[in-house]
């Protein structure tokens, strides 16, 4: 295969890349090493759509945050993706500390961040009534608001697809050859050839680039840990409640999600194996010590779920994007950690214009951009779901209880443009086995679904692909 | 809008056995609302023998006592919907249901009973660290891919938990070729039923660690092993005694919760220690004319008295929307020192039978007296050999000592060692 551009990595930043260049009448390959899309870093972290006060004036992550920031609930919208504006508040817990927000509200003020201001300790509490007493005030930050960062990544992909972009997945990038005019991209088993590659691995960024001899870049994964409670205690966080930030990054944040649970996390730790997303004990119960600051009446009795992102920290401490110094036709879009997911709309954007000064490329007049809006049988009224029903009798199923999910939704996700292939493929379009009993009740029956719906054996499907099997053989 | 006198939410002996006792009590026009296939409930994945000893003298597999009630439904023409979801219970009672053939139902009830059962804590429940790899599942799940779908989840396994679900569940790996390395329990003493420690484990020479949890998980895709280690009395790991176990099979059998969002979107009050609706002698919870049974109100160990207890329930509905039930006069119950709960958390006065109260102890007691005080003052005394957190005790109170008592007054068991 031929193809003009590939993507490597079906990230949120990827496939955003994807989707912006599925505008133009090119051959585009997004190139992802696991099942599916969302696999890495964009299925992991705080989901939050930051001001963008927080990165220095006149850095590319400055920049990109505030306008991907500005693009983000449009985006949302056309891509039925999940967004709250719901602004986010740093609590300052000293004297000291407003100081700090004052500096922060001056530098979002230069970042060109709207709306920015200082609550004293009354109006804050007023604001967020959970918030402790030790809290002196906060810095206010309207234009922050919560995004489902999976489903935004996985609805660019799909709509990329639908735009003619192919999604390959199961591809592990592990050479890249060049003759002088175009790549050879290859898993070591098969290969496709390219005129143009985009960087976006993520936490591999690195390797990637190594692979055309390009060293230039050095990522270290910094571990971020996380716990999900029940969303009988989301309305504990009105807004998003970040402590003021250090070296490390951003602190513990309290914060709902976009689909009413409460998150607190991340911690901040440098590790050494990408691939380490396991959680700890320790973490877990710092995290819970340090959330507890901000709002005093956390417990983890209603954690239903820990987990943990990577961010691709990068000593350069800013985005690197730009063509690679070995190679024109080879762009790095790496180094994106936080807020890479708030910056990936601009990211993407900025990348097709880098692009466009390259390749010459016409847009599509048929270019579609959006995609079919999912079904949520939970957010419908009795009247739609009677109408829907009607229409087709799978809706009538529920087959996820606790967040009523039905059959008819899990159909739509695997049948998709680049659908789901296993369970927590389903999970993450349907919201099937996130809810409080974390697939207990459902999980055999997604995966029997998947089994019929692929044609395949139950003990085929797996919960996220490669040896992650569920069933061995059958009873004696 | 459909209309029916009582509709029954869940179609497990709990349902069944309620629907019966109320068409047995002279009402005839009563639904059963089923979310899985067939009638049933979780007893269909039970293919063990251990039910119906109490009830029917005799040691049946879970199938075949829930067989004798499908059959009587069948018989007294009790009509059911199976494959239909409940959705919402109104102030008004108003069931909202879903199917494929329905589509959205909408039916108006006089009496409403809740027998939807418990489900099992998950995993997030207990934040055990590691990663999310495959191999994880609770007990319940494990037991449904073996004995309805036919495959094995594992082929070495660790259970976190003693329950009887993971007890019932080492046997049935084993017997099917796996390794059941070991079961963990947290806690100093085990929550499953003695017979099946005796059955399970110890005649599969399977060994019980108490005091004992699984603190990491171990594995990317699938899992490759756990770190046990042993905690102190105050549940905390103790740091040294971890062990590294490996196993390709985590399996959960850390407790059941009860299946109660219906009833707590409707805003009937709950009981924080059962996780079931506080509920009166006739298991009606504090929305009149909405009654709860079996394990939705609290878990059970036997089915036999998940039975008994929802034919009181449909008895009670019955009585309701024949217009039999006259207004109330209540004294609560109180478990204290070493009681943890007792089911029904309110009894009528004015009631003509006797009443038995349900409870369960939050240890295990040798040779300790169970006291049962009415304001204070000693009104029933008897020694047991032996209590235990698994298994559920009762005590009678005579409709002569409960026609004794006044409105307001406060009934309390106690276990005095
Ligand atoms: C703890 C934490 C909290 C965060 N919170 C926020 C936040 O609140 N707001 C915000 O804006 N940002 C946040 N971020 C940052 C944001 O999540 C990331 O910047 C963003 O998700 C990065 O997306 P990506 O597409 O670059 O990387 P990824 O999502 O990691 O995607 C890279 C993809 O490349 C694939 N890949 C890797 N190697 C290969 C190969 N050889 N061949 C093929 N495919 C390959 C991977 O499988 C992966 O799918 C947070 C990050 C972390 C870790
Ligand atoms: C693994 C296991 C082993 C056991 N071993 C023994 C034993 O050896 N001996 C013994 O005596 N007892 C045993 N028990 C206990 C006994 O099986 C239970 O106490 C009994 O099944 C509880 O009955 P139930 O009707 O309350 O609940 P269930 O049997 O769980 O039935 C509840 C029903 O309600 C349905 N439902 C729930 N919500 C809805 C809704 N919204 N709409 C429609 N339908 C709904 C469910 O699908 C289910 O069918 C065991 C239990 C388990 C789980």
Same mark, same amino acid.
């Given at each position: 295969m031929n193809y003009d551009v590939a993507v490597i990595g079906a990230g949120v930043v990827g496939s955003l890349i994807a989707r912006e260049l599925s505008r133009y009448n090119i051959k585009i390959a997004l190139v992802e090493k696991c099942s599916d899309m969302a696999m890495g870093t964009s299925k992991a972290n705080s989901a939050i759509v930051h001001a963008g006060f927080d990165a220095k004036p006149g850095t590319l992550k400055a920049k990109l945050n505030v306008k991907g920031t500005e693009l983000m609930p449009e985006l949302c919208k056309t891509l039925f993706v999940p967004f709250k504006p719901i602004g986010s508040l740093v609590v300052a817990f000293s004297d000291e500390e407003m100081e700090t927000i004052k500096e922060l509200l001056n530098r979002g003020v230069e970042n060109g961040v709207p709306g920015l201001e200082i609550y004293d300790k009354a109006k804050l509490r007023e604001e967020e009534p959970t918030i402790s007493d030790e809290a002196k005030g906060a810095l206010w930050a309207p234009s922050a608001g919560i995004v489902c960062p999976y489903e935004l990544t996985i609805a660019a992909a799909e709509n990329a697809v639908m735009n003619g972009a192919e999604f390959i997945r199961n591809f592990e990038v592990k050479k890249i050859d060049f003759n002088g005019k175009e790549f050879t991209i290859s898993n070591g088993e098969t290969s496709f050839n390219t005129k143009y590659v985009i960087n976006a691995a993520g936490v591999f960024c690195d390797e990637i680039a190594a692979l055309i001899g390009d060293n230039s870049i050095h990522t270290v994964p910094r571990k971020g840990e996380y716990m999900l409670c029940d969303k009988s205690i989301g309305y504990l966080a009105k807004h998003t409640i970040f402590q003021c930030p250090s070296k490390m990054g951003k602190g513990i944040l309290v914060t709902p999600t976009v689909d009413g649970n409460l998150l607190i996390g991340p911690s901040a730790l440098d590790i050494e194996d990408k691939t380490d997303v396991a959680t700890t004990s320790e973490a877990l119960a710092d995290i819970l010590e340090i959330a507890k600051k901000s709002v005093p009446c956390l417990n983890t009795r209603e954690v239903i779920t820990s987990f943990a992102g990577l961010r691709a920290h990068c000593?350069?401490?800013d985005f690197i994007i730009e063509p690679s110094e070995k190679n024109e036709q080879f762009i790095n879009a790496a180094g994106i950690e936080s807020p890479g997911l708030s910056s990936a709309p601009a990211i993407a954007v900025y990348v097709k214009d880098m692009l466009l000064e390259k390749l010459n490329a016409e847009e599509k007049a048929d270019f579609i951009p959006s995609r079919k809006e999912p079904v949520r049988f939970r957010h419908m009224s009795n009247e739609e779901r009677k109408a829907l029903i009607e229409k087709n009798?799978?809706?009538?199923?529920?087959?996820?209880r606790c967040e009523t999910i039905t059959e008819g939704e899990i159909l739509d996700a695997i049948h998709a443009p680049a659908g789901a292939r296993d369970v927590d493929g389903v999970k993450r379009r349907t919201r099937a086995g996130m809810g409080r009993c974390q697939g207990g009740f459902c999980g055999s029956k997604v995966v029997e679904i998947l089994a019929r719906e692929l044609g395949v054996e139950l003990n085929e499907i797996t919960k996220c692909g490669g040896s992650s099997k569920i069933l061995y053989e059958r009873t004696k | 809008m459909l209309n029916y006198d009582i509709v029954v939410i869940g179609g497990g002996p709990a349902g069944m056995a309620a629907a019966l006792k109320a068409k047995e009590c002279g009402v005839d026009s009563i639904l059963i609302l089923e979310r899985a296939e067939t009638l049933g409930g979780i007893l269909e994945q039970c293919i063990h023998t251990g039910f119906g000893l109490h009830y029917f003298g005799e040691e049946l597999s879970g199938p075949e006592y829930a067989d004798r009630f499908i059959q009587l439904v069948n018989e007294k023409k009790i009509e059911y919907k199976v494959d239909t979801m409940a959705l919402q219970i109104t102030e008004s009672n108003v069931v909202y249901a879903v199917n494929k053939e329905d589509g959205l139902l909408e039916i108006q009830a006089k009496a409403v009973i809740l027998a939807m059962g418990c489900r099992e804590r998950p995993r997030g429940a207990l934040n055990i660290a590691g990663t999310r790899a495959? /191999?994880?599942?609770?007990a319940g799940t494990a037991q449904k891919y073996v004995n309805?779908?036919?495959?094995?989840?594992?082929?070495k396994v660790v259970i976190l938990g003693s329950g009887d679900i993971g007890l019932i569940m080492a046997r049935r790996m084993t017997l099917e070729g796996a390794e059941v390395k070991v079961v963990c329990e947290?806690?100093?003493?085990?929550? /499953?039923?003695t017979r099946n420690i005796v059955q399970c484990l110890d005649d599969f020479g399977i060994p019980l660690r108490l005091s004992c949890t699984v603190v990491e998980i171990h594995g990317k895709d699938r899992v490759e092993g756990v770190t046990i280690a042993n905690v102190d009395e105050k549940l905390r790991p103790i740091k040294g005694t971890e062990q590294y176990i490996e196993c390709d099979t985590l399996l959960l059998s850390v407790g059941l919760i009860p299946e109660n969002e219906l009833t707590r979107e409707v805003g009937i009050e709950l009981d924080p220690v059962t996780k079931g609706a506080v509920v009166d002698e006739f298991r009606e919870t504090s929305h009149k004319g909405v009654f709860a049974c079996g394990n939705v109100l609290h878990v059970h160990d036997l089915v036999d008295y998940v039975t008994l207890e929802s034919q009181t329930a449909g008895e009670g509905a019955a009585k309701y929307v024949l217009g039999k039930k006259d207004a109330p006069e209540y004294i609560t119950t109180k478990g204290v020192n070493g009681v943890r709960y007792i089911v029904p958390q309110k009894v009528n006065i004015k009631n003509d039978d006797d009443v038995k109260l349900y409870f369960r102890v939050g240890q295990t007691y040798k040779n300790a007296k169970v006291v049962v005080k009415y304001n204070g003052n000693e009104i029933i005394s008897k020694k047991r050999p032996r209590l235990a957190p698994g298994e559920m005790e009762n005590v009678v109170i005579k409709n002569d000592i409960l026609k004794s008592f006044a409105a307001d007054g406060v009934i309390e068991i106690s276990v005095e060692a």
């Open positions: 000593d350069k401490d009798p799978a809706y009538g199923r529920i087959i996820c | 495959a /191999g994880v599942m609770s309805i779908d036919g495959y094995m989840p594992g082929k947290l806690m100093p003493y085990s929550s /499953g039923l």
